[in-house]
């Protein structure tokens, strides 16, 4: 049975849909997390299941009861909001078991949870303290703590790290995928941090629009984009896009960019025709275009060097191709002349093929 349940869920402002006619399975004890772009939908989808926001038409479903219209205190979650919300004028400990105390929990229950709760955060020493006293992620912990006490099914996140700095961010993802590892607990976590979403998530559902372009696990993701946009959203740096035609080469299909042609044989292809032709889209992630200093026919690509990027360990390579660009990964030792003229090495195994029109994966 599915943890969550979203069947034909739709939400409208006025006018606007926000969310259309959407539908998501998300597994028991599965970490799912909502990653796109600002407006893309995914707090909103959020706000729904936790109960914040009435959907306009639609059913959700909480470990296999219809929570739709029930109050966000009655569907058995806990969630965690991008600020802090904890009451200044409590201690830590007076923050943790301020929910418990409302429902009229017995004393030795909320010691043990609120107990527990801390030992899990490594926030013991701070239970005296009020969130004035409290560093940024230290504040985060506590407001993940306010959540876990509430002992629920499900755990919603809803940009929890976006205002910390990139350390804090960094150390706090670290310890909620080992939160997720000991509790077991289905966690719904919203990001447009894709390298959150890469490293927490069990699967992801990438959004635009109020639409899930793709659900998978973060590897299918990375490397079987569904679509340009799911494409171009996922990795850093960017992928590679790169305008030509698939056109006859003997009795194999190949990819024409403004004159050259490279075999994509060894391309994985969807189940399409890649041998009808047509403009297309040629995707390929910086790491995996090599540069050679030898041309080999229908393998490599003549390319002129414009830039580099120095990244530490490695370098990014700014080339041209006629009037397009790409990058390239690179170690940063190996060097290359502005102007000069390289050859191009692309891994088919790992690119991706789009239609020029619907975007689409080929």
Not at 120 to 127: D, S, T, V
Request: with cysteine; net charge negative; proline share 3%.
């Amino acid at each position: 049975m599915s943890s969550i349940s979203i069947r034909e869920l739709k939400l409208n402002f006025g006018s606007v849909e926000v969310l259309k006619q959407l539908d998501l399975e998300i597994e028991d004890g599965e970490f799912l997390v909502l990653l796109g772009p600002s407006g893309c939908g995914k707090s909103t989808l959020l706000n729904c299941i936790a109960g914040l926001l009435d959907a306009t038409d639609g059913q959700i479903f909480i470990k296999g009861r219809n929570v739709t219209w029930e109050e966000p205190k009655d569907r058995g979650i806990g969630m965690v909001f991008q600020s802090y919300a904890l009451y200044p004028q409590m201690s830590v400990k007076g923050n943790l078991s301020f929910g418990l105390r409302n429902q009229r929990m017995a004393r030795d229950e909320i010691e043990q949870r609120v107990s527990r709760a801390a030992e899990m955060l490594q926030i013991e020493a701070l239970l005296d303290r009020k969130p004035a006293a409290l560093s940024g992620g230290q504040r985060q912990r506590v407001a993940i703590g306010r959540a876990l006490v509430r002992d629920a099914d499900v755990f919603l996140f809803d940009e929890p790290l976006s205002n910390l700095d990139a350390k804090l961010r960094s150390e706090l993802r670290v310890e909620i995928k080992r939160l997720h590892a000991r509790l077991a607990n289905t966690m719904v976590y919203v990001t447009h941090d894709q390298i959150e979403a890469l490293t927490l998530a069990d699967r992801i559902a990438v959004m635009r629009h109020g639409i899930i372009q793709q659900l998978a696990d973060p590897h299918t993701i990375y490397d079987r984009p569904a679509n340009r946009f799911v494409a171009g959203f996922i990795g850093s740096p960017s992928m590679n896009f790169l305008d030509g035609n698939l056109v006859r080469n003997g009795s194999a299909a190949a990819f024409d960019l403004a004159g050259q042609r490279i075999s994509v044989d060894g391309y994985r292809a969807n189940g399409g025709d890649l041998n009808g032709g047509g403009t297309a889209v040629l995707g390929v992630r910086p790491e995996h275009v090599t540069i050679q200093a030898q041309s080999r026919p229908d393998q490599t690509i003549e390319a002129t060097v414009d830039i580099e990027e120095p990244m530490g360990a490695d370098s990014l390579q700014w080339l041209r191709v006629g009037d397009q660009q790409l990058s390239v990964r690179k170690r940063a030792d190996v060097q290359h002349e502005p102007g000069s003229t390289v050859h191009l090495d692309f891994d088919l195994a790992k690119a991706s093929l789009f239609d020029a029109n619907s975007e689409q994966r080929l």
